[in-house]
């Protein structure tokens, strides 16, 4: 219908549609241009806001204080010298460590050249650790940060072989809060001195080779470092061997310094049952590393289970552990503190309060490589006799252990080696871990293996290594100077360095002075001795071994 409203428009007539306008040539270049300046500004802005907010996490001691807790990250602090920033690779001090402490990955351990792992401020407790080692660098290195990590503030170590070499004592020397004391004459000859031999606790050890001898020469090192912990303001103190890691299980945190803070303060010692390690194969090179089974203590399973399978957790060696099985102890650093033997402390004018930790254990590496068999025969003149052994060895299975690596060949100390360390059988393992007496630990191993990788250890033995450049150079200016006196009246006086032979001698002159009863005290003295006799007649505490079935069945 013409004209009607429903008529359609002709094609000219239509109304225009909207469609979309591909970009012009000449728009195309604009917009990309456009993008490429705007996307590297607003990257810079980020970063710049970023770096704004959060600029003060470059400062490790202001990652500990996070959340007001200055725990966080215990003992991390910048030092006062700028870091050169550079990787230290392993043949920067090739000639200063084994290759084991070398190994730098990217691992998860928060850590850069130049941090000190110091506790920071005036945190308590303060915890220091003595030690009588003449390991390596190797073993102690990681013995010594693991612990830092723990919060240990101060260590006091006596070190003889290789512990004592130059290049080791250059690198120990050079980490703070750590003293190391040589066994020179002098030493010898103010232990001679000590109170020691004067008393009956220690005398059973008196003059006899080998582990006795030790024994005693770590009681009187114990003595030293009491002196020496009062005179650093410790709060507690622990005699450990190089081949033991403490494991604060039980706390609020893996701490040690958390462990002993919430210590009663009427006690005077907290006792680590041990833990023994269980190596499951004989080519272990690093314990600390490649062990993560244990035995646990007696005191941490049921009566019940320990003597039911007695005979199968101890696989026919003569005691439940291989060595010693009455752990180690931490005493509050106090007056009249004095050591207990290796393993315990007392005191002279009291009987100590001392209580054993539930959960929390020291980890004993023994026997760990296959090489132990031969180390320690090597260090004892002893005749491989069942006779002279004992007059040598206070435990069994080492007097064992001696006789087979000084009878046997290779071969068969190794077969021996697997029967009675090695445990190789899985099934027993696992049935004895799920009876409670094994247990898997993982925590050194992680830690020691993050502050490898982190480069750690490396930072320290490049350290040592500039310290041992600087001890060289001022002996050499020592020497030149002392061939021409008139080249030291022209120097300054600040200019002008005395030294007495070995710095280590001038520490122990210093602060490792034995105390000794003056004169005027000696009547006071010796009524208390009177009086307190019981505790004086207290024998030093050797490492004992476990309860065995036989002394149940007496009891």
């Known amino acids: 219908m013409a004209g009607g409203p429903y008529q359609r428009h002709s094609a000219s007539q239509q109304l225009p549609r909207f469609q979309s306008q591909p970009p012009s040539p000449q728009q195309s270049p604009r917009v990309l241009l456009w993008v490429l300046?705007?996307?590297?500004?607003?990257?810079a802005a980020f970063a710049f806001g970023l770096q704004w907010k959060g600029g003060a996490l470059s400062d490790p001691a202001t990652i500990g204080?996070?959340?007001?807790?200055?725990?966080?990250?215990?003992?991390v602090q910048l030092s006062n010298s700028p870091s050169s920033g550079r990787t230290v690779t392993a043949a920067d001090c090739a000639h200063l460590k084994p290759d084991v402490l070398s190994k730098r990955g990217p691992g998860a351990f928060p850590h850069h050249p130049g941090w000190e792992y110091v506790v920071v401020g005036e945190s308590r407790p303060k915890i220091c650790i003595c030690s009588s080692t003449s390991a390596g660098l190797d073993q102690i290195l990681p013995w010594l940060y693991y612990h830092r990590?723990?919060?240990v503030t101060n260590f006091f170590l006596f070190v003889e072989g290789k512990a004592a070499s130059v290049n080791s004592s250059a690198v120990l020397e050079a980490i703070p809060g750590v003293q190391v004391v040589h066994r020179t004459k002098e030493l010898e000859e103010k232990q001679a001195k000590s109170r020691i031999w004067n008393e009956t606790w220690l005398s059973s050890f008196f003059f006899r080779?080998?582990?006795?001898?030790?024994?005693?020469?770590?009681s009187l090192n114990m003595e030293m470092a009491i002196i020496m912990a009062r005179t650093a303001g410790m709060d507690w103190i622990i005699h450990l061997d190089t081949d033991e890691l403490l494991n604060p299980a039980g706390a609020s945190e893996y701490s040690l310094r958390r462990l002993l803070g919430d210590v009663a303060p009427d006690v005077d010692m907290v006792v680590f049952p041990n833990y023994e390690s269980a190596i499951e194969r004989d080519d272990i090179t690093e314990p600390f590393t490649q062990v993560s089974m244990f035995k646990k203590n007696y005191d941490h399973v049921m009566k019940e289970t320990y003597f039911g399978l007695y005979k199968e957790a101890t696989r026919g060696n003569p005691n439940y552990f291989l060595t010693y099985?009455?752990?180690?102890?931490?005493?509050?650093?106090?007056?009249?503190?004095?050591p207990n033997g290796a393993h315990r402390w007392h005191n002279y004018m009291k009987n100590p309060n001392e209580v054993k930790l539930e959960e929390a254990s020291v980890l004993h590496f023994t026997y760990t490589k296959f090489s132990d068999l031969t180390s320690r025969r090597d260090r004892c003149g002893c005749k491989p006799t069942k006779e002279d052994v004992k007059k040598c060895f206070m435990l069994e299975f080492d007097r064992e252990a001696f006789i087979v690596a000084s009878t046997f060949t290779e071969e068969e100390m190794r077969v021996w080696y697997r029967q009675h360390v090695v445990w190789t059988d899985k099934e027993?393992?696992?049935?004895?871990?799920?009876?409670?007496?094994?247990?898997?630990?993982?925590?050194p191993m992680v830690i020691?293996?993050?502050?490898?990788?982190?480069?750690?250890?490396?930072?320290?033995?490049?350290?040592?290594?500039?310290l041992l450049e600087k001890y060289k150079s001022r002996d050499e200016f020592l020497s030149s100077v002392s061939q021409s006196p008139e080249k030291l009246k022209s120097l300054p006086k600040d200019k002008i360095i005395t030294y007495s032979g070995n710095s280590t001698d001038q520490k122990t002159e210093d602060h490792e002075q034995i105390s000794h009863v003056k004169s005027e005290e000696q009547e006071i003295m010796l009524k208390a001795r009177r009086q307190l006799t019981q505790f004086l007649e207290v024998e030093a505490m050797p490492p004992m071994a476990p309860p065995d079935?036989?002394?149940e069945s007496s009891q």
């Open 549 to 551: 079935l036989s002394s």
């Open 448 to 466: 020691i293996q993050g502050l490898r990788e982190a480069g750690v250890f490396s930072d320290a033995l490049t350290a040592g290594k500039k």
């Open 65 to 75: 204080r996070l959340g007001g807790d200055n725990s966080r990250l215990p003992g």
């Open 37 to 43: 300046t705007m996307l590297p500004l607003g990257l």
């Open 149 to 151: 990590v723990l919060g």
């Open 325 to 338: 099985g009455n752990g180690k102890a931490a005493a509050r650093v106090q007056n009249h503190l004095r």
């Open 428 to 443: 027993l393992n696992l049935k004895l871990m799920r009876k409670g007496l094994l247990t898997r630990i993982y925590a």
């Open 209 to 218: 080779p080998c582990n006795y001898e030790l024994f005693v020469r770590q």
